[in-house]
């Protein structure tokens, strides 16, 4: 497995049948001694004792030794080998987190390689349900393993998930990385979310989820979920271990669901599960600790439908368009509505560039990498013609010195009112797009002769659940081709 290294001491419990009972662990010639609990921890009837380490600079191989006495005289030990000290990642969400390695586009030469990252170790928590917090996981899929083709090619483990934690080891120079994936396809974030994110954001009411997981059998059994069940029994077991950070792909399920309260329920959530981790462990995992997330892809053929998804994708960066943002700080994210793949639909297959744009995003938030490219172009300014026959969009000079304007199509402008605008998907008519000469910051959008003479209100780009063909944008960054600029909405 792999525990939190320095600068953070990481966190060891376990379990004990008898109340107030010495227990001796030792770690690379090191004694630490504790005492079980006075009381019961969990529905057995059995204590929690927890050991904080000394923080580990040496990443090991180490092997943990764990020793209580017996009423006999006679002592009895577990032992925890081939444990290594690195950075411990959360991967959660819904069906594109759940989404095996197997499904993936080059599944086997990413199986097949997998080996060469011994140092990635891989944990997968079984889909699980509680009505209250539970302490320990009700089920395990994958226990810890070493990354190697049975293990990244069994169908516990994520590709988002394996990827980004690989991607981050070969950039890190092969620092040990510990991955735990614990997701649920087809879940609204009000499952994943402790209590507290429902009443600060006037959730009243939770849809049951009805669920037809297979028996062994054969035969179908309905599983009802309902809200924070899946924090109870899938997430809040996990927040006694120290942790480096979380990343999220979910959001496709609240399209029709809650969708206005998505700003407040995913930055809510985020608030909350920093918060209990930095309580749970004793205020050593950081109470800002790095959060990523993977901004939603596409699902319709057609490209016409506007639908919920743009709406989720804007909520994800809290409304302001791009993250990391003042809103809650500490969030990164990969642009990925730009892959699209028909025959996967709400499942891309793509996900080697989902996971190398939100490595690069991790490194330059997580990790404090400086020189790396890590966002696609950010608006920073407009201007609308006195006649309003054209719209100047200018993009961040912090970001990248020019873009690239790869399509003309993307971008629509609204002049029937804002009320009218922000309720009716036809009042939006598109802008073309087109180079200015001499400004590699700054592109012109024609307004079309129905808007001729009349206030421009408002501008959207990429507005819809699947805007353009593959890798076919509009605006991308000039120093990294496989930046996409995110959708972006404004109304002036």
């Known amino acids: 497995m792999v525990l939190q290294r320095a600068p953070q001491r990481a966190i060891v419990w376990g379990y004990e049948d008898t109340f107030d009972v010495p227990i001796l662990m030792t770690m690379n010639n090191k004694q630490y001694h504790t005492r079980s609990s006075s009381r019961s921890s969990n ?25 209580r006495p017996l009423p006999n005289g006679t002592l009895d030990t577990i032992s925890l080998n081939d444990v290594l000290f690195g950075d411990v990642w ?52 994958l226990k810890w393993s070493v990354a190697e083709p049975a293990s990244v090619g069994s169908g516990a ?14 950039q890190l120079g092969g620092r040990p990385i510990g991955l735990i994936h614990s997701s649920w396809g087809g879940t609204d974030i009000e499952y994943w979310s402790p209590p507290e994110v ?7 009411r939770v849809r049951p989820f009805e669920y037809k997981k297979k028996r062994k059998t054969g035969s179908n059994v309905a599983v009802i ?58 205020s050593i995992t950081d109470p800002a600790f790095p959060f990523g ?38 969030v990164f994210m990969a642009v990925a509505l730009d892959l699209r793949d028909d025959e996967g639909g709400v499942h891309p297959r793509d996900k080697l560039d989902v996971g190398y744009r939100l490595s690069r995003s991790g490194l330059a938030v997580a990790y404090g990498y400086k020189n790396i490219t890590f966002q696609g172009p950010i608006v920073e300014s407009l201007t609308v013609a006195s006649d309003s026959s054209k719209v100047n969009v200018t993009y961040s000079r912090q970001v990248s010195p020019s873009v690239e304007l790869r399509d003309p199509n993307g971008f629509e402008v609204c002049c029937a009112g804002q009320s009218v605008c922000n309720s009716t998907d036809t009042a939006w008519v598109a802008a073309s797009a087109s180079r200015i000469e001499g400004a590699p910051l700054t592109i012109s959008l024609a307004i079309p002769s129905s808007c001729a003479s009349k206030h421009v209100d408002a501008l959207r780009y990429l507005w819809r659940e699947t805007p353009c063909l593959f890798k076919q944008a509009a605006i991308y960054s000039t120093l990294d081709s496989n930046l996409p600029a995110p959708p972006y909405l404004h109304y002036f």
């Open 157 to 170: 483990t994520s590709a988002v998930c394996w990827l980004y934690g690989r991607m981050i080891n070969e």
């Open 293 to 330: 997330f993977v901004q939603l892809s596409t699902a319709d053929k057609t490209g016409k439908v506007v639908g919920g998804f743009p709406w989720i994708r804007w909520h994800q960066t809290f409304d302001v368009g791009y993250v990391p943002n003042s809103v809650v700080p500490n």
């Open 225 to 282: 979920l309902n809200s924070t069940v899946l924090y109870n029994a899938m997430i809040h077991p996990f927040t006694r271990m120290v942790i480096k950070g979380a990343i999220w792909y979910q959001g496709e399920q609240n399209t029709g669901y809650n969708r206005d309260k998505y700003t407040c329920t995913f930055s809510k959530m985020i608030e909350y599960w920093r918060a209990i981790w930095n309580t749970r462990t004793q």
């Open 198 to 204: 429902l009443k600060d954001c006037g959730v009243t």
């Open 43 to 67: 529905s057995l009837d059995e204590s929690i004792w927890s050991v904080t380490l000394d923080a580990q600079t040496e990443e090991g191989p180490f092997q943990i030794k764990v020793t």
């Open 90 to 141: 959360i991967c959660s969400g819904q069906s594109n987190m759940e989404f095996p390695v197997s499904r993936m586009f080059n599944a086997s030469i990413e199986i097949e390689n997998s080996s060469k990252y011994p140092k990635v170790r891989l944990f997968s928590a079984s889909q699980r349900q509680s009505a209250i917090p539970q302490e320990e996981l009700l089920s395990i899929a």
